[in-house]
């Protein structure tokens, strides 16, 4: 008898330290989440920040460009909006795109191009239906570089949105979907238009 309780108390001394392993990992992977959840805020604020202080302008908003870029305002951003919404509308995610912030164009090099940075946000999107606009925008215009995705969770947190009007690689609907700011930059030549590749 003595014999099994000692057998027990090594086996519950074992889970015990096999549970604490894996609560340790779980404490790390959290910390690192919270990490990752500031930094994502602090990136979905930034063009806000800089959108109220005047150093950039929205699509379809007055002309905010340099004197010295015919066009970079509303018209040379929204030739660029346009073949954003087309590739938006492509992959079938028209209404989650909720904004699109520009940056002023800044100085890229010698041949006196510029280059314009918009930050996409969108809202209740899944990673296929990103793909997809992605894919679509590279195709349909190749002088588009997509330099940055970031992923959060949706803010309506209480209603999880579910699109069953795209199947997974399964078959079965796609239920997780995030709020999402794809980053593209353009690189404009002086007179507003996108230099060749």
């Known amino acids: 008898m003595t014999r099994l309780l000692a057998i027990l108390c090594l086996i519950a001394a074992v889970a015990a330290g096999f549970a604490l392993v894996r609560l340790d990992a779980a404490a790390t992977q959290a910390a690192a989440a919270e990490r990752e959840l500031v930094d994502s805020r602090q990136f979905l604020a930034d063009p806000a920040r800089r959108l109220a202080a005047g150093q950039v302008g929205l699509i379809g908003g007055p002309a905010t460009g340099p004197s010295g870029l015919a066009g970079a305002g509303a018209g040379a951003n929204g030739a660029l909006e346009s073949g954003i919404r087309q590739s938006v509308a492509a992959a079938g995610i028209a209404d989650r795109l909720r904004e699109i912030v520009w940056t002023k164009p800044g100085n890229s090099g010698a041949d006196e191009a510029r280059e314009v940075t918009g930050y996409l946000q969108f809202g209740n999107v899944n990673l296929e ?6 894919h679509h925008l590279a195709e349909t215009d190749p002088t588009s570089r997509t330099q940055m995705i ?9 209603s999880p949105a579910t699109n069953s009007a795209t199947p997974s690689a399964a078959g079965e609907p796609s239920s997780e979907t995030w709020s999402a700011v794809v980053t593209v930059s353009y690189r404009l030549r002086p007179s507003g238009k996108r230099p060749a590749n």
């Not at 239906?129 to 992605?134: K, P, V």
């Not at 970031?150 to 209480?158: C, F, K, R, T, V």
């Open 129 to 134: 239906q990103l793909t997809r606009f992605l």
């Open 150 to 158: 970031e992923l959060a969770a949706p803010a309506s947190e209480g």
